[in-house]
């Protein structure tokens, strides 16, 4: 559902992603991890076609971006990082400008405006300027935006992050069911235990290269380690911070 | 309640003192200040009733009449500002609201503050003009001991007709955009104000004391509450205490009426949540809606018309946007036209031929609200620009919306320019201004268009001030280009004008009798095409560049 192939972004002398190789299936949640700056957004970007790739090609539902990039965009939905909307639109409006963009009938986007509302429970700020939402409400808004349009695949950059337990247990029950219709999701994520949980095959960037792809157990044979924290910290070379937490008499892990 | 309002009577008198409950020397001045102004209005208001009363006499009267209904109207505006901040932007509301005090009463207390806020008003400007117009007409003293009731009476008719249309409002508009209609209600009040002083000056240079007294009758509409207090006064001052009883009492039964009708909305704001968020917790049910369960049959979205509608929504109700572009239409049209009108003549000196209309008209559209609204657009995106980019459709398609959005914007204030240009300073005959009237519409997206191109070469998504989008030689860059593109279609539009008289008069020989009527219709037809053509061109080229720019932004 996803392919991506020898992916590359460069600024100047800057080489953000090197050469990155994915596949996501159908109804497979993937798991993109990897320290602060090691590329993780950058190649989400390129992935949902913010930023073109200075080389390699993504694939989304067959649908090559750079040469049919209208047609691979409307089977995807995008949640980014930082969920900045326009404040000067109600949360309805909103939702319904998505519908507009992705050319949905008007009268079923509707009540399918009015059902994700419900379910994420925003229909009493519904008529609420954007501007005036909290981080956790931009963000479901977001999320509902991202799947109106009952997309094929879903690209979600840190979905969890600002959410109130009760609305992060609702998203990870919405990307589960989501995969179980056979959707694609690849998700980035830096709660581990959200990865270890939901995520079927995790991949591991760091240092703009994918250091680490499989399933956990694939990864647990390989890294002969138990748990994916132990993994992630093996493949980023994050077990140097033992000798530094030493320093103040605190055993890493 | 008595508590609130007695802590907020401390809080006013302290002001600017220092020492806890006494005056400060700030309430004394401006005490003594308010003294001294009502002392100068008295006079001035005794010494044009005697005037008015010697050149003709009985039209003081109306004449009271008249000045009632402006202090009315003054004092209207007034309350209707204190009670607006009082009800959506007061910082105490959500404390009382907090406190064990009932709807009416945070109401009462609110009311109080109008009041009081009124009463210094009514002081200093009403009460001198009551008493001058006594002073002149001779009244008996009991006419004296009756004005602080004619005071409170006439307070009743701008306090109570401003409290309800500001309770209107809280059903009508929510809090979120209070703001935006209080900012556009003050614009066109600005705008009448500014008309009237404009204008006044050519109608009253010719005005005798009996226009003034006629002028003064048809302001006095035996229909207004202010016209029965105003023969009340009229009566206490001819020693008439009938009249002054019905003209007084009939007035304070109309600003009763009013006050009650306030009061009686207080619980359905309350209920409906206060500070004007009436549609928060429940759902529009009409035809189509989804809360009607009625899907709406029909058609599919189309981005760019929801992206379009998107930024014509996002700069009406943003006042920071709309304001620029307000203060660049005025700045142009003050340095354009105010002197012509002013002149009451329409500037038979210079009369401007179609062209230059055109000209003046498509300027002030593409120029008095492109810097704002088009050169801007992209930049307005912000951070929220990865929505765009990552929905299906092509940046052309969504820069494309951006310039149909300006369109919808500036296009009507061509067509407004061109009609107010080519009657007021052009005296254009009507073929005439209809061809200036399609061509200046015409050209908005080609200028638009540029707008957009000119913001999307170097666009500052971070600057959270809308005048700081796109850099200094950019905005440089947008001023010649938009001028060169002006100067081209009105070129454009004087050789098919020239072109399109040629042709009358040819078809005016083909056609006999009907060629009088269709002969005048070739002009504005040649000039549509001809400047719509080259604004399509410039459409084209300019989405086609910025575009092209879109791959430079990373």
Request: aromatic share 16%; hydrophobic share 35%; charged share 15%.
């Given at each position: 559902m996803i392919r991506v192939r020898g992916l590359r972004k460069c600024y100047g002398s800057l080489v953000a992603v090197d050469r990155l190789d994915l596949h996501v299936r159908e109804g497979e949640l993937f798991g993109f991890l990897g320290p602060n700056g090691a590329g993780k957004t950058t190649t989400i970007r390129m992935m949902v076609g913010i930023l073109r790739p200075t080389e390699g090609t993504v694939t989304i539902a067959g649908h090559d971006l750079a040469s049919e990039p209208v047609a691979a965009k409307a089977c995807l939905g995008y949640l980014p990082d930082e969920p900045a909307l326009?404040?000067?639109?109600t949360g309805r409006e909103f939702l319904r400008l998505v519908a507009e963009v992705y050319r949905l009938p008007l009268g079923p986007a509707d009540v399918r405006i009015t059902e994700l509302l419900e379910v994420f429970d925003l229909s009493e700020q519904a008529g609420d300027l954007l501007g005036s939402y909290s981080h956790g409400m931009r963000q479901k808004t977001a999320l509902a935006a991202a799947l109106l349009h009952d997309p094929k695949v879903l690209i979600l950059d840190e979905p969890t992050v600002g959410l109130d337990p009760k609305s992060a247990r609702l998203a990870k029950d919405i990307l589960r069911e989501f995969c179980r219709r056979g959707g694609a999701v690849f998700m980035s994520t830096h709660i581990l235990e959200v990865a270890q949980a939901m995520c079927g095959r995790v991949g591991i960037i760091d240092h703009s290269r994918l250091a680490a792809v499989g399933t956990l157990d694939e990864l647990r044979n390989a890294a002969g380690r138990a748990s994916l924290e132990e993994i992630f910290l093996r493949v980023t070379g994050g077990e140097e911070s033992a000798d530094a937490a030493r320093v103040f008499g605190v055993e890493a892990p | 309640m008595t508590a609130v309002l007695r802590a907020k009577w401390r809080m006013l008198l302290s002001l600017g003192g220092k020492g806890r409950g006494l005056p400060g020397s700030a309430s004394i001045g401006l005490a003594l200040f308010g003294l001294a102004l009502g002392v100068l209005v008295f006079f001035l208001a005794n010494g044009f009733f005697v005037i008015v009363d010697r050149v003709a006499p009985g039209s003081a009267g109306g004449v009271l009449s008249a000045m009632l209904v402006l202090l009315a109207l003054v004092l209207l505006a007034s309350a209707a500002t204190v009670a607006y901040n009082g009800f959506y932007?007061?910082?105490d509301l959500t404390l009382l609201l907090s406190w064990p005090l009932s709807p009416r009463q945070v109401f009462g207390i609110k009311l109080v503050e109008v009041l009081a806020a009124e009463a210094g008003t009514f002081l200093v400007l009403g009460l001198p003009v009551l008493a001058a117009y006594g002073a002149a007409a001779g009244a008996p003293l009991w006419f004296f001991a009756v004005l602080p009731l004619v005071a409170v009476v006439f307070h009743f008719l701008p306090t109570g007709l401003a409290l309800l249309l500001n309770l209107l409002a809280m059903r009508l508009i929510p809090a979120h955009r209070a703001r935006e209609v209080g900012l556009a209600l003050g614009a066109i009040l600005g705008a009448v104000v500014y008309g009237a002083v404009q204008l006044a000056p050519a109608a009253m240079g010719t005005a005798s004391v009996a226009d003034l007294g006629l002028a003064s009758s048809r302001l006095?509409?035996?229909?207004?509450p202010t016209t029965w207090l105003a023969d009340g006064v009229a009566g206490a001052a001819g020693g008439h205490l009938g009249a002054a009883a019905a003209g007084i009492g009939a007035s304070a039964l109309a600003g009763g009426l009013l006050l009650a009708a306030a009061l009686a909305l207080v619980p359905a704001v309350f209920a409906s949540g206060w500070i004007g968020e009436p549609r928060r917790g429940r759902t529009r049910a009409r035809a189509g809606h989804p809360a009607s369960g009625r899907p709406a049959r029909g058609r599919n979205g189309h981005p760019i018309a929801g992206l379009a509608r998107k930024e014509v929504l996002t700069v009406v109700r943003d006042a920071a946007e709309w304001s620029q572009a307000l203060y660049g239409l005025v700045f142009l049209a003050v340095l354009v036209l105010s002197n012509r009108l002013a002149a009451g003549d329409g500037g038979s000196a210079f009369r401007f031929g179609p062209v230059m209309v055109y000209f003046l008209a498509s300027f002030l559209a593409v120029m008095g609200v492109g810097p704002a609204l088009g050169v801007g657009a992209v930049a307005r995106e912000g951070k929220a620009r990865w929505f765009p980019l990552s929905a299906p459709l092509t940046r052309r398609e969504w820069l494309g919306a951006k310039v149909a959005g300006g369109v919808f914007l500036s296009g009507p204030l061509a067509a407004i320019g061109a009609l107010t240009v080519g009657l007021a300073v052009g005296h254009l005959p009507w073929h005439e201004l209809i061809a200036v009237l399609a061509a200046s519409v015409a050209a908005v997206p080609g200028g638009m268009a540029i707008s957009v191109y000119v913001g999307a070469q170097n666009p500052v998504f971070d600057a959270p001030d809308p005048r700081r989008r796109v850099t200094t030689p950019a905005g440089m860059s947008h001023f010649l280009l938009q001028a060169l593109y002006l100067g081209a279609t009105s070129l454009l539009l004087s050789l098919a004008l020239a072109a399109a008289r040629w042709a009358a008069g040819g078809f005016g020989a083909w056609l006999g009798g009907a060629g009088a009527w269709v002969g005048p219709l070739v002009g504005p037809v040649e000039a549509t095409a001809v400047v719509g053509v080259a604004s399509w061109l410039v459409t084209r080229g300019c989405l086609s560049g910025a575009t092209a720019a879109t791959d430079r932004w990373e």
């Open positions: 326009y404040d000067k639109l | 932007a007061s910082s006095a509409s035996p229909y207004l």
